[in-house]
C-alpha cells in the first residue's frame, strides 16, 4: 500500500539556519504530494504541494521538488525563523482520493 | 480564518466515562468529514470517514462501538469515545471534504488532545 517516510526529529537549529526534512514515499502511479504544518496548538494547514513529477512546491519560503526517480519530496528552506517552529508532515493522496497518507512528522524548533 | 472548527481542544477524563469531541465546518456544508487519530511519534491514521445521513465507514482495525461518530448535519460530525481508557488517550484531528473548486486542499480541525486516567 501507499505509505510516507520522513525523517524523525526533533530537529533543532539556530535562526537563518539551513532546513532540510527528507520525506520518500511508496505509492503505484502518481501521487499528489503534500507537505503540511502544525503550529503549536493548532490544526493542520498545507504548507506547500506538488501534483506531478519535476513539479516544485512554494511557500513562505520553503520549497519542495517532487523527484519520481528517487520518489522524494524534500522539504528545504534556507534561512529559518523562530517563527517556523512546528511540525511539519509529509503526506500523498492518490489518483483523486480524499484519503491522505501522512508521515510520522518532524517536530522542528528554531532556536534565536 | 479558520474553516474547520474542532471542540474541545483539550480533555481529560476519568477512565470509564465518554468523551464527545466536535467538528464543524464553518464555510462549507461538507457531506463528508474524515477524523484521523495520532499516537506519539507516529503518523496521523485515518480512523473513520464520516457521511452526513449514513453511517461512518471505517478502517480497518478501529472499532466502530468504540468510537461513535455522528455527522447529524451538514456542518456538524461527532467523534464520541466510549469508556475511555488510558489506552485511547491520544491526539484526535478532524478534516471536512473540500469543495469542487479546492482541487487538493484539505482542511483540518486544530485537534483535540485526549487524556484518561
Known amino acids: 500500500g501507499n505509505s510516507v517516510t520522513q525523517m524523525e526529529g526533533p530537529v533543532t537549529l539556530s535562526e537563518e539556519a539551513f532546513l532540510t526534512i527528507n520525506c520518500t514515499y511508496t505509492?503505484?502511479?502518481?501521487?499528489?504530494l503534500f507537505w503540511y504544518v502544525q503550529y503549536p496548538g493548532e490544526g493542520l494547514q498545507l504548507l506547500l504541494k506538488a501534483t506531478k513529477a519535476d513539479d516544485k512546491g512554494s511557500n513562505k519560503g520553503f520549497e519542495a521538488t517532487y523527484r519520481k526517480e528517487t520518489t522524494s519530496f524534500h522539504l528545504e528552506k534556507g534561512s529559518v525563523q523562530v517563527s517556523d517552529s512546528a511540525v511539519y508532515f509529509c503526506a500523498l493522496t492518490q489518483g483523486g482520493s480524499e484519503k491522505l497518507v501522512f508521515g510520522k512528522g518532524t517536530k522542528l524548533t528554531v532556536n534565536p | 480564518g479558520a474553516v474547520v472548527s474542532q471542540h474541545p481542544s483539550w480533555v481529560i477524563c476519568k477512565s470509564g466515562t465518554s468523551v464527545k469531541i466536535e467538528c464543524r465546518s464553518l464555510?462549507?456544508?461538507?457531506?463528508?468529514m474524515f477524523w484521523y487519530r495520532q499516537f506519539p511519534k507516529q503518523s496521523l491514521m485515518l480512523m473513520a470517514t464520516s457521511n452526513e445521513g449514513s453511517k461512518a465507514t471505517y478502517e480497518q482495525g478501529v472499532e466502530k462501538d468504540k468510537f461513535l461518530i455522528n455527522h447529524a448535519s451538514l456542518t456538524l460530525s461527532t467523534l464520541t469515545v466510549t469508556s475511555a481508557h488510558p489506552e485511547d488517550s491520544s491526539f484526535y484531528i478532524c478534516?471536512?471534504?473540500?469543495?469542487?473548486?479546492?482541487?487538493?486542499?484539505?482542511?483540518f480541525g486544530q485537534g483535540t488532545r485526549l487524556t484518561v486516567v
Open positions: 478534516r471536512r471534504s473540500r469543495r469542487n473548486t479546492e482541487n487538493t486542499e484539505a482542511f
Open positions: 505509492a503505484t502511479g502518481y501521487p499528489s
Open positions: 464555510d462549507f456544508q461538507a457531506t463528508t
